[in-house]
């Protein structure tokens, strides 16, 4: 299965896709969370407890934030691992000096091609209309789509979920050429 993308923008329902990508894999499923615990955050903590309650209690689930790629070594055959989400592990790393983040990226791309179990990647789309107003922002936005595209070129499989929709990128699209 290699990597699968699950793209979308926010509540569209590309964690409940790739949950159910999943859970069809009849493969042990090894959830890996990328996103900060922050228990100060009463919103925050509301959405991971949807999360959670959703998740079979046979999942193995593995809070591993910023260290994406050393978990990903820990992966087995028969697995199955999902990933919620590329865009946690970005903001993540959203304060790291250019040289640092292509560091960053150069190990996790590394990482999810030397896995041992297929990858169903979530990620989150950004940019879909208002320039961000803030340095951050942008840099978060340019970061994130500029990994997506990287991804995108070693996935076996790519999905758009959007308004509780799933689209077959790889069936329903082209890839756009590349900057000359």
Do not use: N
């Amino acid at each position: 299965m290699g990597i699968t993308l699950i793209c979308g923008p926010a509540g569209g329902g590309k964690s409940r896709w790739a949950e159910h990508l999943a859970s069809c894999s009849g493969r042990q499923v090894v959830y890996l969370a990328t996103g900060p615990l922050l228990p100060d955050d009463a919103d925050w903590q509301q959405r991971l407890e949807r999360h959670r309650r959703r998740r079979p209690a046979q999942w193995l689930c593995r809070e591993v934030g910023a260290e994406l790629a050393p978990a990903l070594s820990d992966l087995r055959d028969g697995q199955i691992a999902l990933i919620d989400s590329l865009g946690t592990w970005v903001a993540a790393w959203l304060d790291a000096d250019a040289p640092l983040w292509c560091r960053c990226c150069d190990v996790l791309v590394e990482s999810l091609r030397l896995s041992h179990a297929p990858l169903l990647l979530v990620c989150e789309e950004v940019g879909w209309g208002v320039v961000p107003s803030s340095v951050a922002g942008g840099r978060f936005r340019q970061r994130l789509a500029e990994l997506e595209q990287r991804l995108m070129a070693d996935a076996a499989a790519a999905w758009l979920v959007i308004a509780g929709r799933a689209l077959d990128l790889q069936q329903l699209s082209v890839p756009v050429p590349p900057e000359p």
